[in-house]
């Protein structure tokens, strides 16, 4: 014993055994479980990152065909709307072509009618003038044929007659 | 003075002796370190860890930042387990000698392994203020150099013993036997020293016992963090001395 700290004896294998023993047990027991667990946790997060920036990828392929197909559909309404219009458009000047032609058409039957009154009214202006101016003529003649005037008036006629035989 | 505060306890084994209240301390720090981390191994899981768990995981990741700085990890990595167990242990060795004794004198009659001797201080005593210990865990350094040195290099490892002549086999031979000692008493002298005065402060007499609190709590601080720094210091050497057997630039 004595004041000296600074003495050897078996305390020291005892003391490496103990910790051999110690180093041992929890090598086993908890420091390889854990630096499994460590490892694990490190290729999950790995593997999660890996995992995300795919997703992502996939998520920027998506949205860009999802922006093609938007930009194909305005595309294609815009197409609709320029045919739609076209064909209105035609469609309009066809209504308008055929309402040209039946009014064109309405326009000549009404002048052929016109035409047609008008000839018919001549005519029976002509008939009724005649009539009138015979009447007249009667009148005139009633009143004004003296007798060397009918005289004349038979000469006149059997030469008339004469003459055409 | 010295036997005063720090009595030591021989155990009588045949011939053979030991230090009985270190192997006490020794193995109550061992365990105290088996309970700590088997607690935080208890709901091991990758994904969010427990709080124990990440203690653990933060001491693994400290101690591998030590190795990363000194070698190529991979040749480093088996020394993983032992290192962060080395530097467990130390560390809670280094505390226990802060510790109050707490068996209030039940122990005072227990003869079996003179069981009352050893828990008759006022405080626990650390593992490490002993030497054997401290050169106990030194020895293990350079036994792991040796051992690593020849496994990283074969009988080659024994070459830059006389590099680069001859003569300087002495040198190199007294170097290797420098290491453990200087590693063994450094750890012992610093831990050692610190029990002491704790012990000579709790011994002030009388009137002095309240006014002794304030030195003491410092006292007690400052051993708190030059154990913490012995610890570390104790794992950096030894992954220095390691990194320097294995390393090729001999």
Redesign the interface.
């Known amino acids: 014993?004595?004041?000296n700290?600074?003495?050897?004896?078996?305390?020291?294998?005892?003391?490496?055994l103990?910790?051999?023993l110690?180093?041992y047990?929890?090598?086993k027991?908890?420091?390889?479980?854990?630096?499994k667990?460590?490892e694990?946790?490190r290729t999950?997060i790995e593997s999660m990152l890996t995992q995300a920036e795919n997703e992502r990828q996939q998520a920027e392929t998506i949205k860009r065909e999802y922006q093609e197909e938007m930009r194909k559909a305005r595309q294609e309404a815009q197409e609709v709307i320029a045919k739609a219009t076209k064909v209105s458009e035609v469609r309009a000047s066809e209504i308008l072509a055929a309402a040209h032609e039946e009014s064109e058409k309405i326009k000549k039957s009404a002048l052929v009618d016109i035409e047609r009154e008008r000839d018919r009214a001549i005519t029976e202006v002509k008939a009724q003038v005649a009539d009138l101016s015979v009447l007249v003529a009667e009148k005139i003649i009633r009143q004004k044929l003296d007798m060397t005037t009918q005289g004349k008036l038979i000469d006149q006629f059997i030469q008339e007659v004469g003459e055409m035989q | 003075m010295i036997k005063e505060v720090h009595e030591t306890v021989l155990w009588h084994l045949g011939s053979m002796t030991f230090h009985g209240k270190t192997l006490v301390m020794t193995w109550i720090s061992m365990a105290a370190v088996m309970v700590f981390v088997l607690l935080g191994v208890r709901n091991l899981t990758s994904g969010k860890p427990g709080k124990m768990q990440n203690v653990l995981e933060w001491i693994v990741d400290f101690v591998r930042g030590i190795i990363n700085d000194n070698m190529d990890y991979e040749k480093g990595r088996p020394l993983l387990s032992y290192l962060v167990t080395l530097f467990m242990f130390v560390f809670f060795s280094n505390m226990l000698g802060l510790i109050p004794n707490f068996t209030f004198g039940l122990l005072h009659d227990v003869h079996f392994a003179q069981l009352g001797h050893i828990f008759a201080t006022p405080g626990m005593m650390s593992p490490t203020a002993d030497i054997n210990t401290t050169m106990s865990l030194a020895l293990l350094t350079i036994f792991l150099v040796l051992y690593l040195g020849i496994k990283a290099k074969g009988l080659h490892y024994f070459h830059h013993f006389v590099e680069p002549f001859k003569v300087f086999a002495i040198i190199h031979l007294i170097d290797l036997l420098a290491k453990p000692m200087t590693l063994a008493f450094r750890l012992f002298g610093n831990i050692f020293a610190g029990e002491i005065l704790l012990g000579v402060i709790l011994m002030l007499p009388g009137i002095w016992v309240l006014p002794g609190i304030l030195p003491t709590t410092i006292w007690l601080a400052f051993s708190i963090f030059v154990g913490a720094i012995q610890s570390y210091v104790f794992v950096v050497l030894t992954t220095a001395y390691v990194s320097q057997a294995v390393s090729e630039s001999h």
Not at chain 1, 29 to 35: C, S
């Open positions: 014993m004595g004041g700290p600074i003495q050897f004896d078996y305390t020291v294998p005892a003391t490496v103990s910790f051999l110690l180093v047990l929890l090598s027991y908890a420091w390889k479980p854990l630096m667990m460590m694990e946790r999950n």
